[in-house]
């Protein structure tokens, strides 16, 4: 009986200590270098509930300023729920104009994915080969 509550109070000990790793880091940041246009992209990222995160972005392109204001705060189970490019960010950055290639879109969704937990924190890239 001594044994099964010491592995049941070392297993109360790890939970508490993920959950504490969860909220040790509140935010989620990353840099989304696009490429041509030269618009570095600046996203902060903090979880809300579940499911919903605020967002943040900064940068000196117009269109990126008014999509960030559409994007301000993400329900991730919206995103989850349809078809690829039929997301909310999807459909917002097609609002404001962005180029098909901008990488900024793609980078707010891992962004809240790894801030909500449900993705590694993995950078990611494209490179030509020469």
Do not use: W
Not at 74 to 80: A, G, N, R, T
Request: hydrophobic content about 40%; proline content about 5%.
């Amino acid at each position: 009986m001594g044994r099964q509550r010491k592995m049941a109070r070392q297993d109360a000990v790890a939970c508490h200590y993920v959950v504490s790793n969860i909220s040790v880091t509140p935010i989620s940041r990353i840099i989304v270098e696009p490429g041509a246009c030269g618009f570095t992209c600046k996203i902060e990222v903090k979880g809300t509930g579940k499911y919903e995160a605020t967002v943040t972005l900064q940068s000196q392109c117009k269109k990126i300023k008014k999509f960030a204001q559409e994007v301000d705060l993400v329900d991730f189970m919206e995103i989850l729920g349809g078809r690829y490019a039929e997301d909310p960010i999807s459909q917002a950055a097609s609002r404001c104009g962005l180029h098909p290639s901008c990488p900024i879109p793609c980078g707010l969704i891992k962004a809240v994915e790894v801030e909500l937990g449900m993705a590694v924190k993995k950078n990611v890239g494209i490179t030509f080969e020469e």
